[in-house]
Every structure is written in structure tokens, then in C-alpha cells.
């Protein structure tokens, strides 16, 4: 068995057949490890996550070329809802909770579409409202009035219900207080850590990332501009001088 769980070679993506958002991106995501994709604004995070989920769609013109590969398998021919059962799971930007059902309503709607059995999804809630006791307090709410931080907590975990090998996260710190940057972190850490869950984060925020990261990459106008350890980029001025808006 390979040690590397995800691998992407020679990406390349276009938007409406004509703007090139991606060209030549390779990365590999080894398992256990936590990889941070970083980079300006449109510098190409959320689509090469959308290329690696298969959530580009050539019928409104979105087009990919290169190779992905999760597991040792091709995923060309796979669909996103494929992707999941096989264990890649994403969690994009934006926080798309199911507004009007309430925290643990959510919850158990990725229980479902994991296809876990009633016993399986008490033991999930059982789980995240370990990892994230906020959400047990805020169980019966409406997740629609619920604050940004309870609601990034809410897709996290609902994703974690269906039991990913891979979770892909785009921006998991926008808009959000630097504590609860942190509590978000720190959560991804412990289930890196204690269960070995392997994590690709896309993040703007390259301060917070690159202290969590295993590993981490640049992407500057949808190319691979700088990778390696992040221990060793966290130092370096390039990632000073990219402007990633970090605090
Ligand atoms: P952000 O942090 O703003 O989401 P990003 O690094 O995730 O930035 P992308 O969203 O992947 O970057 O955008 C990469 C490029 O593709 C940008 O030039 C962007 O304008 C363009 N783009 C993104 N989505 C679309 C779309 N649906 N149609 C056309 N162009 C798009």
C-alpha cells in the first residue's frame, strides 16, 4: 500500500472553456498527514479542492486535465457522492449548513448520507459532540441562527459523521474570531493526531495553517509557486511576501 492517499498530477482547470484557473498543480497528501494549501485570493485554492472533490462540471464549461488519484484509484470516472463513500469528504467555503434544521438535524443528515446505521449515527453525534461540545449545547438551535464559528463547527461536522480518510477543507478560518480559529485547528489536530485522519486545508490565513500543517503548498495564479515542510516555509520570506492575508 502506497503511503500516499491523495495524489494530484499536472492539474489544470478552466471556467466558462476559456479562463485558465489552474495549470500544471501536483501535490500529494500522504496518510496521517495534514497539507495546507495556501494562497492569495483567486490564486486557484477552491478550485483545485473542487477538481480533487469532482465538483467541476463540464457542462457549465468547468473543465480539469490531469490526474487524480485517491487511494491508488483513478478518480476520473468517479462522482462526488462516489468520492465520499470512498472516504474523500469536502467541507467548501461558505459553511452550507441546512439553515433550517437545528445542529444535531444537521449532524444526522451526514450521518444518512454516509449510509450509517441508527446506532452508528448516535455513536457519531456521541463522538462530535466530544470533539465539539459547543454543538451538543447547541443541539436544538436552528443552524441558520447559530454564529459563524458554531455553524463552520456544524459542517465540520456532519462531514466527520460519514467517517472520511481524507477531509478537504476550503478556508476553514474566514470571517471568524482568532479563538475559534483556534478551537477549529486544535479539533483537526486531535483527530490528525488520535484517529489519523489526513487533512488538505485551504487557507488564506498561512500563520494558522503552517503551525497545524504537516506539510504545506503555495499556489500564486493557479501554479504551484513553493512547497515543503511547513516547519521550514513558516520562516521564509516568499510566504511573507505572497500576501496571504494573514494577521
Ligand atoms: P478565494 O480565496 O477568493 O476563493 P481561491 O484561491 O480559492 O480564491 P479560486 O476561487 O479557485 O481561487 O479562483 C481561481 C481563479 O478562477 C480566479 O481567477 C477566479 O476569478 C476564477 N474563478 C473561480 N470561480 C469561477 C467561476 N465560477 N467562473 C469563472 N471564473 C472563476
Keep these: 500500500m502506497s503511503d500516499h492517499l491523495l495524489m494530484l498530477e499536472g492539474l489544470a482547470a478552466t471556467y466558462n472553456h ?18 495546507a494549501l495556501l494562497g492569495a485570493n483567486g490564486a486557484g485554492k477552491s478550485t ?10 463540464a457542462e457549465r464549461g468547468q473543465l480539469t486535465h490531469g490526474r487524480v488519484v485517491f487511494d491508488g484509484r483513478d478518480t476520473a470516472a468517479l462522482t462526488s ?7 474523500l469528504v469536502p467541507v467548501l467555503e461558505g459553511r452550507h449548513c ?9 449532524l444526522v443528515a451526514g450521518g444518512i448520507g454516509g449510509g450509517l446505521s441508527r446506532g452508528e449515527i448516535a455513536a457519531g453525534l456521541e463522538r462530535i459532540y466530544t470533539l465539539f ?11 441558520g ?3 459563524g464559528g458554531e455553524q463552520q463547527m456544524t459542517v465540520i461536522g456532519r462531514a466527520l459523521m460519514s467517517r472520511p480518510r481524507l477531509l478537504v477543507l476550503d478556508e476553514p478560518s474566514m470571517g471568524l ?19 489519523g485522519l489526513s487533512i488538505l486545508v485551504a487557507e488564506q490565513n498561512s500563520t494558522v495553517a503552517l503551525r497545524y500543517a504537516d506539510s504545506a503548498a503555495v499556489l500564486e495564479g493557479g501554479s504551484m509557486a ?3 515542510d511547513a516547519a521550514d516555509l513558516r520562516g521564509r520570506p516568499e510566504i511573507k511576501a505572497l500576501y496571504l492575508g494573514s494577521p
Design 18 to 35: 476559456a479562463i485558465r484557473a489552474l495549470s500544471h498543480v501536483s501535490l500529494t497528501v500522504r496518510r496521517g498527514e495534514i497539507v
Design 48 to 57: 483545485t479542492l473542487k477538481a480533487i472533490s469532482n465538483l467541476l462540471h
Design 81 to 87: 457522492a462516489d468520492l465520499v463513500r470512498l472516504g
Design 98 to 106: 441546512f439553515r433550517a434544521l437545528n445542529v444535531e438535524e444537521n
Design 133 to 143: 461540545p459547543r454543538l451538543k449545547q447547541r443541539r436544538r438551535s436552528a443552524s
Design 145 to 147: 441562527l447559530t454564529s
Design 177 to 195: 474570531a482568532p479563538l475559534v480559529v483556534e478551537t477549529i485547528f486544535s479539533t483537526l489536530k486531535r483527530l490528525n493526531r488520535e484517529e
Design 226 to 228: 513553493l512547497s515543503g
